[in-house]
């Protein structure tokens, strides 16, 4: 069953600690996403990875770090510096170099980020 | 990007088809028109995208106007389950702008 798969599906984090988000794929995509939402808003895009060993940062990469070691994941890091981590974050891949939807985002089911 | 203009919320009622229209007009040649949903706490689910075209799968329809400057997606025939939050996305497929601009999009709520 191919897919993008999150977890966990909520994440607690008390201030100061840093703590990290999974997000695997199994569609062979090269490239992949990490993207925040707040509340009533739209997506917002922290890091980005278009090939193994390689990333990008977004709009609003501060307070985060990723790393692609895989072509299957591409964890997130929310580091202690990021002074506002709660929101929803999600994960997406894409086909990037190949097929006619080489551009289509196909996204994971979310990680819900709380800082107690 | 092009930056989309849709509705904030539209109703429908259970088995009608639901049009929900998309303004794009700074549309540009190389540009695609995707579409996404969001249901509430779940990640965006990609429906459907075009470029001049009309589209349809299993999902959904795609209606580009000849202009491109306008779209219009149709649900067929809307059950309860479509109840969400559906983002027009105007993409240059293969450019270096990796990321998709979601706006605030249209919530669709079907009604029994």
């Known amino acids: 069953d191919g897919g993008i798969t999150q977890s966990p599906k909520y994440l607690f984090r008390k201030e100061g600690q840093n703590v990290t988000l999974s997000c695997e794929q199994n569609?062979?995509?090269?490239?992949m996403y990490w993207y925040r939402q707040d509340p009533g808003q739209g997506l917002r895009l922290i890091y980005y990875s278009q090939i193994v060993n390689d990333f990008q940062k977004g709009d609003i990469a501060e307070g985060y770090s990723v790393s692609r070691e895989k072509k299957e994941s591409f964890p997130l890091t929310v580091t202690s510096a990021q002074k506002n981590p709660t929101a929803f974050y999600l994960c997406a891949s894409s086909p990037r170099y190949s097929g006619t939807s080489k551009e289509t985002q196909y996204f994971g089911p979310g990680t819900r980020l709380l800082v107690l | 990007d092009a930056k989309t203009t849709q509705p904030p919320s539209m109703d429908c009622a259970e088995g009608r088809a639901a049009n929900l229209p998309c303004n794009h007009s700074?549309?540009?040649?190389?540009?695609?028109v995707y579409w996404y949903r969001q249901i509430h706490s779940q990640g965006p689910q990609y429906i459907i995208h075009?470029?001049?075209n009309n589209e349809t799968n299993e999902m959904a329809s795609l209606i580009i106007t000849e202009d491109r400057k306008s779209s219009t997606l149709i649900l067929p025939h809307a059950t309860l389950r479509d109840t969400a939050v559906y983002y027009c996305i105007v993409h240059n497929s293969g450019g270096s702008n990796y990321k998709l601009t979601f706006g605030k999009g249209t919530l669709l709520t079907v009604n029994p």
């Open positions: 569609l062979n995509h090269d490239a």
């Open positions: 075009g470029l001049k």
């Open positions: 700074t549309i540009s040649g190389n540009e695609y």
